[in-house]
């Protein structure tokens, strides 16, 4: 075998590997994470602060990603509208939700705040049948009880962990 046809072999692979991806990408609806572009457009970081405000725990700068994008389908005045919550915010030099919560006007802004607190923990935005979910292990609910609850898989040891481990006590039972 000639070595230059072994780096075209190589070559075709991945071209045809890319496009097995992107084509079943494309037929089952999956989408690809949110990239680093997203990162660099100012409703982002905004949103991102907004929501750090909203919900006091750490949160996933990609799930935020994908939120703001389907936030900002759902709402053409999205920036503003953070913008405008965060102002409140500022004014009131929150640190937490509770700082300024109740400035926020009833209506718009508020309805957008409640459903921002909503996102993070139930991991889509409303819940209708037809919600798209933009997280499932990182939506905050799961976090919250991910030590005492198993995501409902057939590997019990964990989300695609399929090893049995022996199931040995923290302490040694006491014998009485």
């Known amino acids: 075998m000639n070595p230059k046809d072994g780096v075209q072999s190589q070559s075709r692979r991945n071209f045809l590997r890319a496009g097995a991806i992107l084509g079943a990408d494309s037929l089952l609806g999956v989408s690809l994470p949110v990239s680093a572009a ?13 929501s750090r405000l909203l919900v006091n725990h750490h ?5 935020g990603q994908r939120m703001w994008v389907l936030l900002k389908d759902k709402h053409s005045n999205l920036n503003q509208n953070v913008a ?18 109740a400035d926020i006007p009833v209506g718009e802004l508020q309805d ?9 923990y139930a991991g889509c935005l409303d819940t209708s049948a037809q ?5 499932f292990e990182q939506a905050l ?8 609850i198993t995501i409902p898989s057939y590997g019990v040891s ?5 090893a049995d481990r022996p199931n040995v006590p923290v302490l040694p039972l006491r014998k009485f």
């Open 38 to 50: 997203l990162a660099n457009e100012p409703g982002v970081a905004s949103f991102m602060k907004l």
């Open 59 to 63: 949160l996933d700068e990609g799930v």
């Open 84 to 101: 405008d919550i965060l102002k409140i915010a500022t004014q009131k030099q929150a640190k937490i939700v509770e700082d300024f919560f």
């Open 112 to 120: 957008l705040a409640y459903q921002i607190i909503f996102g993070w």
């Open 131 to 135: 919600a798209e979910s933009f997280a």
């Open 141 to 148: 609910t799961f976090q919250n009880t991910a030590d005492v």
């Open 158 to 162: 964990g989300p695609n962990d399929w």
